[in-house]
């Protein structure tokens, strides 16, 4: 059968005779019942059958607690990293906060302005206070 045919005979007919009509309503009746059909006995079923099971449905809470556990062993090492990180800027604060008190006294015993150390000073030991929580000891000339 040609498409053209087909499409033909999907038409109503040129003449409205009522023999003519009643062929072109059950020709349109059949195709709406087999499209029908195809749709209960073969997509619907197949859909279905395609859908999760209940017991295979992942839930809220199942799913936040396989990121958690997925999670945990990234924070931890993420922790030691921060800690590495966090000790390594406070070494680098204590040398600097030793080379500006170095500098401060050598300013001093050239008779010198050490203005801008003791700034300087101020400003690395609220720094180290801030990453460590602690107050840096403080240095005296005679120590170095």
Not at 36 to 54: D, N, Q, Y
Request: glycine fraction near 4%.
């Amino acid at each position: 059968m040609d498409l053209t045919k087909l499409v033909d005979w999907l038409l109503p007919p040129d003449d409205p005779e009522p023999k003519q009509m009643r062929r072109y309503w059950l020709r349109l009746g059949l195709v709406a019942c087999s499209s029908w059909l195809t749709m209960f006995l073969l997509v619907i079923p197949a859909h279905l059958w395609s859908l999760p099971i209940v017991g295979k449905v992942a839930f809220g809470g199942e799913v936040d607690e396989k990121i958690a556990t997925a999670i945990e062993p990234i924070q931890e090492q993420l922790g030691k990293v921060t800690e590495l990180a966090k000790n390594g800027a406070a070494e680098t604060l204590a040398q600097s906060i030793f080379v500006a008190t170095k500098e401060k006294c050598a300013a001093q015993s050239e008779k010198k302005s050490a203005l801008f150390w003791t700034t300087r000073l101020i400003e690395l030991r609220a720094k180290y206070s801030r990453l460590t929580g602690l107050e840096f000891p403080p240095l005296d000339c005679k120590d170095l």
